[in-house]
């Protein structure tokens, strides 16, 4: 009767050790999937940023990385002012401008999602900060 109720006891400690190892486990993955998906949002904002033209015409775009679309909000000019050094030549004046770029996207399989917000600072000539 008693090594019945040791066995019990022990088929219970197993039985709890292998569920918190599960939630561990998912735990764990959960938190991969997570900072993947803030790295392809890294990347999805650097492919922006590589770019001029999504500065002069700023729009909002979808850009796929490791198979995980990301929704890149259009580009926010939160102001300008004219950049040192430089003089007028020809009637272009240059202005320093300040970016906000955002990316977000949700893995569909585990539901993670992550959103990371980017400020640049990029030298325009005028007129380009709506």
């Known amino acids: 009767m008693v090594s019945l109720v040791m066995l019990v006891l022990i088929t219970l400690f197993v039985v709890s050790s292998l569920n918190l190892s599960m939630s561990d486990l998912r735990i764990v993955g959960n938190l991969q999937s997570k900072m993947a998906l803030r790295q392809g949002a890294q990347q999805a904002i ?4 590589s770019n001029a033209n999504n500065f002069t ?10 198979g995980i679309a990301f929704a890149i909000t259009t580009p926010k ?19 320093d401008t300040l970016w906000l770029v955002s990316a977000s996207a949700t893995d ?15 030298r325009l000539p005028t007129n380009y900060c709506p």
């Open 108 to 122: 569909t399989v585990t539901g993670a999602s992550a959103t990371i917000d980017q400020g640049v600072a990029i």
């Open 46 to 49: 650097e492919t922006v940023l």
């Open 77 to 95: 000019c939160l102001g300008t002012s004219p950049a040192q050094g430089y003089t007028a030549v020809n009637n272009i004046t240059l202005y």
């Open 57 to 66: 015409t700023p729009t909002a775009q979808t850009i796929t990385v490791n």
